[in-house]
């Protein structure tokens, strides 16, 4: 059974309350429920920190185990060099992940310090984002 992780940065853990306009009103938990039901076959498990160094401490602990990792780093993404590092670091393929289209939106967004080590980036779908990631890492 492959071992995927989906990970989620700072202010995700708000997904359903926060800027509904742009994110949604489903919380992750609930729609991480109806990942995991649909794909009964893989061994699925999520983890969210608002704080980045929590973030690498966990990409180190599942990096070379997992098979697989969608990362979606909030606006740790624009700003983190040390997670771009941890990205590199580890041998576990990571995939971006943004639920919005950034290039539609301010430019500070635009620019990823990640997708470099990224195995590749999925954005603007909404939260069907993550399930192409998953998708892509099977
Ligand atoms: C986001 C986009 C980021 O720019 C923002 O800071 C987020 C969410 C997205 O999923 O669209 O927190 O990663």
Do not use: W
Not at 64 to 87: E, K, M, P, Q, R
Not at 112 to 132: A, E, P, Q
Request: glycine share 8%.
């Amino acid at each position: 059974m492959k071992k995927i992780l989906i990970m989620n940065g700072p202010n995700l853990n708000l997904l359903g309350i926060r800027e509904k306009s742009i994110y949604g009103d489903q919380s992750f938990e609930e729609y991480f429920e109806t990942l995991k039901n649909k794909y009964g076959a893989v061994d699925l498990s999520y983890f969210q920190s608002n704080t980045e160094g929590v973030l690498i401490d966990k990409l180190h602990e599942v990096g070379f185990d997992f098979d697989g990792i969608v990362l979606n780093a909030g606006a740790y993404t624009h700003t983190s060099v040390a997670i771009a590092d941890a990205i590199a670091a580890i041998h576990t393929p990571v995939v971006e992940v943004h639920i919005s289209n950034v290039h539609q939106r301010e430019a500070y967004r635009h620019h990823s310090y990640l997708s470099k080590n990224c195995k590749g980036v999925i954005l603007g779908f909404g939260l069907d984002s993550y399930r192409l990631a998953l998708e892509s890492l099977l």
